[in-house]
């Protein structure tokens, strides 16, 4: 049993069939885990903004947000943070994701913009696309959890 409960929720699925199983003892002990930076965060941003938001990339070229690492994350634009810890409410990250105005889903566009900017127009062929809700929601609660270097 201690063991079960030191799983916690990292699969959410198991734990929910096995606190059925133990009649709901199991329930209030499993609050959700706490997000993580290196496992949950950034393997979504490598994967859908790395390609433009990283050293040479067009996104990173115009607005200086780089998705290379935590320090990089938090420092946000070149005019200020995307990231209020503890507030996905006041975190401007998390208004651009939600409400999907951004360049990246404006494909003629961002190519013009990287012929501007010397780049050659890979984004196509990328593994880049629009996050899932659930993705979002991920990283909202990530930054509602204190945006951590966890
Ligand atoms: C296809 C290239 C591309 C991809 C992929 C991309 N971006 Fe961008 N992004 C841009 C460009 C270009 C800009 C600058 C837009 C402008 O200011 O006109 C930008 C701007 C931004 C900004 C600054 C917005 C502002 O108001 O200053 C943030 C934050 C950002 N992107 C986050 C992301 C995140 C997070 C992802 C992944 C989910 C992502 N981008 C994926 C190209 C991209």
């Not at 699969?11 to 993580?36: D, E, M, Q, Y």
């Not at 994350?73 to 998390?94: A, D, R």
């Not at 990328?126 to 659930?134: E, F, I, N, T, V």
């Amino acid at each position: 049993m201690s063991m079960r409960y030191e799983e916690g929720t990292v699969f959410a699925n198991k734990s929910i069939a096995v606190a059925t199983i133990s009649f709901g003892v199991l329930v209030s002990a499993c609050g959700p885990r706490p997000v993580s930076f290196r496992e949950d965060v950034q393997p979504i941003l490598q994967h859908n903004c790395a390609v433009c938001h990283s050293n040479g990339g067009v996104g990173y070229k115009v607005s200086g947000f780089s998705v290379v690492s935590y320090t990089t994350v938090m420092k946000g634009t070149k005019f200020g943070p995307m990231v209020i810890p503890g507030s996905s409410l006041q975190s401007n990250l998390v208004w651009l994701l939600k409400h999907g105005a951004h360049p990246s889903i404006d494909m003629p566009k961002i190519c013009a913009q990287m012929a501007d900017h010397g780049g050659v127009c890979a984004v196509a062929s990328s593994s880049a696309r629009r996050l899932p809700q659930r993705e979002v929601t991920l990283i909202a609660a990530w930054i509602d959890q204190g945006a951590r270097n966890n």
